[in-house]
């Protein structure tokens, strides 16, 4: 059965071209059944070939299948293949399984759209593209996922293209983590140039033996593709695209710019973890990112008033934790935050996209209110969403693999006291924000009249997503066990602190939050007006909402400088040397033919004063 | 001996005289008459160098010369005609349609 | 005999194209297309029937005398990487000849005569292995593009086609010293006079005149390159240029720089191409950067796309400079899919002019909504140049860049930089032409069946070369591998 492996990539990409071919004259319904279908197969074959995995695991805990060899130059022979082993696996299934989810949903949720057609034929070429990424045996093939991922991005954000501003935020997405995918290819120059291959397995090898730790080699290679991670992962310096990607419609939102793309530096930090052990000082730079990300965007997050845009800052917070738990070491708890937040942050845009839609496209959170009973579906898996989100201890998923990120962080030997008070106060943070967003949205006073209420297409994916959203982190023990066989174990330093010890700090921080953001915006909401009303407040906010100022910084730094190098060199500098030479030539006509006068007795004298000067010239020299 | 010595000075004289001829008179005319007696100072110098030199050449040459005068004086006055007919002057200064 | 057809078989179209035209304009317009198409077709069998591993030189062969007191001889050959850029250049014309179907409306017969005579002229220069014939064929398809941009280019057309013919007359003339001194240098040497490649290999000189030589042939083929510094009358002549015009240009005028490159320059006088490839390999770079930066900065949509030619074509100058198997062969397949990118992109433009009649990226916006399949072409292209993976123009500039890697880092990030410089200008192109509200309410015609067939047939190609691009790369490797092995010091 693992032979259909090549299906899971082609399928979606089969019917993203016939989508994008035939779609125009597609109906409505022909287009949701192509485009949803496609993933439904291919979500179903991911399950089946998961399970033919999981039942009788290859020998050497991985399968790999050629299709063709891609470019042929010498010794440089990437192919089209595709590795299986765990962690391909779990990311692949939950992958597909939540994109058919997201589809499900979409079906509604654009119905009507005038780009119906072309919203499902980007989705489906995203889907392809992610399970390339996911999939690939080495590094070009990889960076074909990447780079696709990044492009259905940029076209699903600037999917409503009418309005210049979401076709800006999707080149601002695609500039931007294209600055990180330079670095990144870069990065491959120098793993070829040094080991001789892409492939990933062999590369990893080859970097183990020939490599020792802490060579420069190895901190290069393992920096550069840090910058493309944190590039398309949203983490600090790069993460400014993210907010702006709202503009896409929700279901984008929730597929790519939260379950499923913006993981994918996880991904290939988790799957290079050879390079990262060899160079502990990236390592740590990954920690600290991580750590640094989730403190300034939980931050930010406190200041947003439209729904997606806390849910976005929410995103970049969580992957920081992922990118906390990948710096400490703990590649398989990165992993484990990766597939709980996929379920609870896809469930939060879709109760979300409920909201809004329901409201006229209302994003406005304090244009909302009193939802609760208005839409009682949306609350429900809104709540679930959130405490998991949060870490409700106990009972949610979000808590279970954000507990044992800060336990790991705790024991690792990479990890200290600092990076710990950062992932706790990253907690506390988490719940405030996403009960403040619960509180204002759905309790208070009704601010917005509900026009539309979804259907069947939108409650039901929510409500399987709830559902995972909180059993999904039950059988961490055995989820750890299958992601050891890829995985390299994670190796506790002696004398740390104990599981129960960081179980009880993050479900204190929890709680610590939800009081908070209770007493702020339910109990006694003048509070955090005058909070925001005083002039520090108003400063803090300012720069918080503005995302610490760095789109402003960016702007002068970057962006205006290049503009205007190439406006003020619009007209060719280099062609003004030919355009000098030119006028030169002309100039010297001018000089000449001014003595052209046309005058007889002025020929005659130039003649004989010519010929007096010749002769002298002849006779004395 | 030859006097060769005055025989140049004077054909220089008279080139000179016509050069000066033609560059300060404005009429056509003029500058034709001016340009006969170069020619002939020319032929003067021919003249007296085949004297000095006793070679016949000198006079052959001066033949010539009046041969290819009669010629130019011929063209020349009817181009000035036609020049006449066409701008109703001979100001060599107010025909200057020939310029750059 | 196949060899000689391609060359004679446009020709005699081409004055047959013009004699018919006053009868008919149809049947002049089928003329040149089934010369054209007829040519592609011998040029695929010669792909196809040609055995890979390729024992001599040449896959194909015609040899007649023609001025033996001189050492001249009309000697055609073809090698993997002629052979490529036959296809290409017959590839591209069948698609110039669709194109301009419509778009020409004035002397017809001429135009298509000029249309012939130009890729016959390009046919020569790939075919050509007598360095007398090769100057002669070189010089044959600056005169007819001359006539092409003169007559029926736009507003400023005279201006730019008296700058592109005195660019490459001036250089072209260089070469010509270049070549008669090389010619002279082998009858010192050798007793005997002679304009054949294979004879000329190799020629004993001294190494300064060496320099000056390959100076000669490098200014030559960096005008048409073009790289950076000598680049300046191609924005001009893309821009006036018809639509076909603009794609044989861009399409195969650029290769022959590059293929006279890679034929002459770094074979015959491999120890000054060493000396001189640093300087090549920043004029490459330079290239690149200013190229993608002067794009970003237009507004003409035909200037934006000429200048990212020489953007792309920095890549090229750096590949073959850096001269290793690596960048050899990627520099040759951004040759060929950037021929065919940037061809796609002026097509497109084209169409547009002819729907809108401006070229200004301010008058635009918004066009996807009333010619959507016109304007996903043009996103797919926009895509293709810069450097998405999956699409040709990614294989060419990836293979570049990481064997400019191992001549030097520096050279390799910049270039690297150039590719994320690419995105600036494909986006903004995309952008401020198709996306945005429709300001000016424009109501234009989507692609019509022909213009759709052209955009498909090339969205393949580009797709083909970008995930299966081996029989391609198999076909020019020998050649790239001699290539490679005449660096000094190999």
Redesign the interface.
């Known amino acids: 059965m693992l032979a259909l492996l090549w299906l899971v990539p082609a399928i979606p990409f089969a019917s993203a071209l016939a989508l994008a071919v035939l779609g125009p004259r597609m109906r409505a319904r022909g287009v949701a059944v192509v485009g949803t279908g496609s993933i439904a197969i291919s979500a179903a074959i991911s399950l089946v070939i998961a399970g033919t995995f999981l039942g009788a695991p290859p020998a050497s805990g991985a399968y790999t299948q050629t299709l063709w060899t891609w470019i042929d130059v010498g010794s440089f022979r990437p192919g089209i293949a595709f590795y299986l082993d765990a962690l391909s696996l779990v990311m692949t299934v939950v992958v597909t399984f939540v994109s058919f989810l997201i589809h499900l949903y979409s079906v509604e949720f654009m119905r009507g759209d005038e780009g119906y057609s072309r919203f499902f034929a980007y989705m489906n070429l995203f889907v392809a593209s992610m399970v390339t990424l996911l999939l690939a045996d080495n590094l070009l093939l990889l960076y074909l996922g990447w780079e696709g991922v990044g492009l259905c991005s940029y076209l699903l954000i600037g999917f409503w293209y009418q309005d210049a501003a979401n076709g800006l935020a999707g080149r601002k997405a695609f500039i931007v983590t294209r600055v990180g995918d330079t670095a990144m290819a870069v990065g491959l120059f120098v793993l070829f140039h040094n080991l001789g291959t892409l492939r990933i397995q062999d590369l990893m090898h080859a970097a183990q033996s020939q490599w020792p730790a802490g060579s420069s080699y190895a901190i290069a290679a393992a920096a550069l593709l840090l910058g493309g991670a944190v590039g398309k992962s949203a983490q600090l310096p790069l993460q400014t695209w993210l907010p702006d990607a709202m503009a896409g419609p929700t279901p984008t939102s929730a597929l790519i710019h939260a379950a499923t793309m913006v993981t994918a530096g996880v991904y290939l930090i988790a799957r290079t973890n050879v390079l990262f052990t060899l160079a502990p000082p990236v390592q740590f730079a990954v920690a600290v990112v991580g750590a640094a990300t989730l403190l300034m965007a939980g931050f930010s997050a406190l200041t947003q008033n439209d729904i997606k845009r806390v849910l976005a800052y929410s995103t970049i917070s969580q992957i920081g934790y992922m990118f906390l738990a990948l710096g400490v070491g703990a590649w398989g708890a990165a992993i484990f935050h990766f597939m709980t937040h996929a379920f609870f942050k896809a469930l939060l845009f879709l109760a979300a996209g409920i909201v809004i839609e329901a409201l006229h496209h209302e994003h406005n959170i304090f244009r909302m209110g009193g939802l609760r009973t208005e839409l009682p579906v949306a609350f429900w898996t809104f709540l679930i969403g959130g405490c998991a989100l949060a870490g409700l201890p106990l009972i949610t998923a979000g808590y279970f693999s954000k507990d044992l990120i800060l336990w790991s962080v705790a024991n690792s030997p990479a990890g200290g006291m600092g990076l710990l008070a950062a992932g706790i106060a990253g907690v506390v943070l988490t719940s405030f924000y996403t009960f403040r967003l619960i509180f204002v949205v759905f309790f208070g006073r009704i601010e917005t009249a509900v026009s539309h209420r979804p259907g069947l297409a939108m409650v039901v994916p929510a409500c399987i997503l709830a559902f995972l959203s909180v059993v999904g982190g039950f059988d961490k023990a055995s989820f750890e066990a299958l992601l050891n066989t890829a995985l390299p174990h994670f190796r506790e330093a002696g004398g740390g602190m104990s599981e129960a010890l960081t179980s009880v700090a993050a479900g204190l921080a929890f709680f610590a939050g939800l009081l908070a953001a209770w007493y702020a915006y339910l109990r006694n909401p003048s509070l955090s007006r005058a909070a925001a009303g005083n002039p520090a407040g108003r400063l803090l906010h300012r720069f918080w909402f503005s995302d610490w100022g760095m789109d402003w910084f960016y702007d002068r730094l970057f962006i205006r400088p290049v503009v205007w190098a190439a406006s003020a060199s619009k007209a060719d500098i280099v062609d003004s040397i030919y355009d000098g030479l030119a006028s030169a030539a002309v100039l010297c006509y001018r000089i000449l033919s001014a003595t052209e006068t046309g005058k007889l007795r002025w020929y005659a004298a130039w003649i004989a004063g010519g010929s007096v000067v010749t002769l002298a010239i002849v006779m004395w020299l | 001996m030859f006097p060769i010595r005055e025989g140049f000075m004077i054909s220089g004289a008279l080139f000179t005289l016509g ?1 000066i001829g ?3 008179r ?1 009429n056509l005319l003029f ?1 034709l008459m001016s340009i006969e007696v170069m020619l002939n100072a020319a032929g003067m110098a021919f003249v007296v160098a085949g004297a000095r030199w006793r070679q016949p050449d000198g006079q052959v040459m001066f033949l010539f010369i009046l041969a290819m005068a009669a010629a130019e004086v011929s063209v020349g006055l009817a181009l000035v005609l036609e020049l006449y007919h066409q701008f109703k002057t001979l100001d ?2 107010a ?6 | 005999m196949i060899l000689l057809c391609l060359i004679v078989i446009p020709l005699i179209a081409g004055g047959l194209a013009w004699a018919v035209a006053r009868w008919s304009v149809a049947a002049c317009r089928w003329i040149t297309l089934l010369a054209v198409t007829a040519d592609l077709i011998l040029a695929l069998v010669l792909w196809g029937s040609h055995s890979p591993a390729g024992s001599g030189t040449w896959l194909a062969e015609a040899d007649w005398e023609w001025i033996p007191q001189a050492g001249i001889r009309f000697h055609l050959a073809v090698d993997g990487l002629s052979l490529l850029l036959l296809m290409l250049t017959f590839f591209l014309g069948v698609l110039s000849v669709l194109a301009s179907w419509r778009e020409i409306t004035e002397a017809v017969g001429f135009f298509h005569f000029n249309l012939l005579w130009i890729l016959a002229g390009i046919a020569g220069v790939f075919l050509a292995v007598d360095l007398f014939l090769f100057y002669f064929a070189w010089e044959l398809m600056l005169v007819p593009m001359y006539f092409l941009i003169a007559i029926w280019g736009h507003e400023n057309r005279v201006y730019a086609a008296v700058k592109f013919f005195i660019f490459t007359q001036l250089s072209g003339l260089l070469m010509l010293v270049a070549i008669l001194a090389l010619v002279f240098t082998h009858h010192s040497a050798t007793g005997a006079y002679s304009f054949e490649y294979g004879d000329l290999l190799g020629t004993a000189m001294s190494s300064v005149a060496e320099m000056w030589m390959m100076l000669g042939f490098f200014v030559a083929f960096a005008v048409k390159l073009p790289a950076i510094v000598l680049h300046t009358w191609l924005p001009d002549a893309h821009t006036e240029a018809p639509t076909a015009g603009s794609v044989i240009l861009a399409g195969l005028l650029l290769k022959t720089g590059a293929y006279g490159m890679l034929r002459f320059v770094l074979p015959l006088f491999p120890h000054a191409s060493a000396t001189f490839a640093p300087v090549a390999m920043i004029l490459g770079v330079a290239g690149i950067l200013y190229g993608a930066l002067l794009a970003f900065g237009q507004t003409d949509l035909k200037r934006l796309v000429a200048y990212t030619s020489v953007s792309h074509l920095g890549f090229v100058l750096l590949g073959i400079f850096v001269w290793n198997p690596l960048a050899l062969q990627g520099a040759v397949m951004t040759m060929i899919c950037h021929g065919i990118s940037t061809g796609a992109l002026f097509i497109l433009v084209g169409a547009l002019q002819d729907r809108i009649h401006t070229r200004e990226m301010d008058r635009m916006g918004g066009i996807w909504s009333t010619a959507p399949r016109l304007s996903g072409a043009a996103l797919f292209f926009a895509l293709a140049s810069l450097g998405l993976p999956g699409l040709g123009d990614f294989v060419g500039e990836f293979l570049v860049l990481l064997g400019a890697y191992q001549q030097s880092i520096v050279i390799a990030a910049l270039a690297a930089i150039g590719v994320l410089f690419a995105t600036f200008y494909a986006l903004q192109f995309v952008q401020r032409a198709f996306q945005g509200p429709n300001t000016f309410n424009w109501r234009i015609p989507d692609l019509v069946p022909r213009e759709g067939l052209v955009m498909a047939v090339m969205i393949i190609a580009l797709l083909w070369l970008g995930l299966y691009p081996r029989p391609v790369l198999n076909t020019f490797e020998p050649v790239m591998t001699r290539i490679e092995q005449m660096a000094p010091g190999r």
């Open positions: 050069v033609v560059l300060a404005r500058v060599t200064d025909i200057s349609r020939m310029r750059g």
